[in-house]
């Protein structure tokens, strides 16, 4: 149970249009996050799936059966929101219980559903306080809880983790990952951290202006981006993008340094040479590698590693190396790229340059 598939969906605001045939299949069981900057179409997206949002074309299916016509309460889903949408004046047992209470549970299996709910959530301990007695975290737990309770085919999380600081936000992604370990539900979760996306999903949905820009396992798309866009969403610091031509086996910036490809490239076309901070390191005495001599512009220290901010090509690069390999701006030092991870794009269309 919890199989969705979405079949040419739009949906417009006016003259706005949200989402632009969007097309997807979502396996039984499976942890899939949608992904994209602010006005990507995710969270119309996923309020489309619960029925918060008509569409204007296409189809929504939960397990075959079409549900675009159907009333939210009566897809069988189960939402956590951003902002908690707790009863301040309900103690936590009865904020789980809600939904429960509606469909007129009876009172034994409230409990019992409730019980199993709080004991995987770890609020065994705070069943009679009110959500006023709560931290944030505990508060979206209790969230969870509510949606954990019901029998529902799918679980669709929006944003639940935005209200919280950095410290929460770790700990609840890690029970989030865990809670869908143990109950295995299918899981539809919309998020705009990076971070968010590849810790938790078995999928990624990048969407960009209404569309999906590209879908699959989350090392997929952060090693094979099949775009400049890709590429610059995943990863922190982003990836370097630095413009350049391919001429006689090397890619040649408007500097004037090279560097030699280890794989061919058209020759003659602008193209973008895209390498993460990481794959950056400072070469030892007798390395092959070819070298490029730069002058440090920035130091960002980090505890462990360092980020240091150098031009090439006429754009800012960043590099992270580790601590102290770099102490002050203005420092010149050799760096060394690995070529072999790498990634090249055309610069006009930002597709990325395949072998």
Partial sequence: MGRLSIEGVHKHYGKVHALKGVDLDIAEGEFCVFVGPSGC???????????????????????????????????????????????????VFENIAFGLRARKVPDAEVRARVGRAAAML?????????????????????????AVVRDARLFLFDEPLSNLDAQLRDGMRAEIKRLHQEIGKTTVYVTHDQIEAMTLADRIV???????????????????????????????PQMNFIPCRAEGGALRFSCGRSLPLSRPAPEGRDLLFGVRPEHFSRPGEGDPRPRLDVEIDLVQPTGARTYAQFRLGGVEATAELPAHAVER???????????????LFDAATGRAIRD
Avoid: W
């Fill in 329 to 343: 701006p203005g420092a010149r030092i050799a760096l060394a790229a690995d070529m072999a991870r790498a990634h």
């Fill in 122 to 146: 770890g609020l065994e301990t705070f069943l009679d306080r009110k959500p006023r007695e709560l931290s944030g975290g505990q508060r979206q737990r209790v969230a969870i809880g509510r």
């Fill in 206 to 236: 990048l969407l960009r202006d209404g569309r999906i820009e590209q879908q699959g396992a989350p090392l997929d798309l952060f090693e094979r981006p099949e775009t400049r866009f890709v590429a610059g969403f995943l990863g922190s």
């Fill in 41 to 91: 179409g995710k969270s119309t997206l996923l309020r489309c799936i619960a029925g918060l949002e008509e569409i204007d074309e296409g189809r929504v299916r939960i397990d075959g059966e079409a549900v675009e016509g159907l009333r939210p309460r009566d897809r069988n889903v189960a939402m956590v929101f951003q902002n908690y949408a707790l009863y301040p004046y309900l103690s």
